[in-house]
């Protein structure tokens, strides 16, 4: 099981910009698959992106392509969500999540068994 610490949420403007950091303390990221996912209040949880451990499959939501952008940084065993663009509807407690297998084209939940405690994404003038 991995530890994930996921950071980097705060308050930020419409049209304005944040990034999402994802690490394992003491495990290597660069062998997983890792996904964000997000969920905000009454609502669902929703796959927001991933990309696989070999950073060669990498996939977005409808509602975030053009706005994210996921990444792996190998020497730093780091992920990263790149935020630009923000809406008040991307507000949610934003999540990452790891998986041996995970992310091989779609953001698929059950792909993942291990998740991070979440960092709150709040969009708002």
């Known amino acids: 099981q991995l530890r994930l610490v996921d950071s980097g949420g705060h308050q930020v403007q419409p049209g304005g910009s944040l990034r999402l950091s994802c690490k394992a303390p003491g495990f290597t990221l660069n062998h997983w698959g890792v996904g964000w996912f997000r969920q905000a209040p009454g609502k669902e949880r929703e796959g927001v992106s991933c990309?696989?451990?070999?950073?060669?499959?990498?996939d977005y939501a409808d509602s975030v392509k053009g706005r994210f952008t996921i990444s792996r940084d190998r020497p730093t065993n780091t992920v990263y969500l790149q935020m630009n663009n923000v809406k008040p509807e991307d507000t949610a407690l934003y999540y990452c999540?790891?998986?041996?297998?995970?992310?091989?084209?779609?953001?698929?939940?059950?792909?993942?068994?291990?998740w991070g405690q979440g960092t709150q994404v709040t969009v708002s003038s």
């Open positions: 990309i696989s451990h070999s950073g060669e499959l990498i």
């Open positions: 999540a790891a998986g041996p297998y995970a992310c091989q084209g779609r953001v698929v939940a059950d792909e993942y068994n291990n």
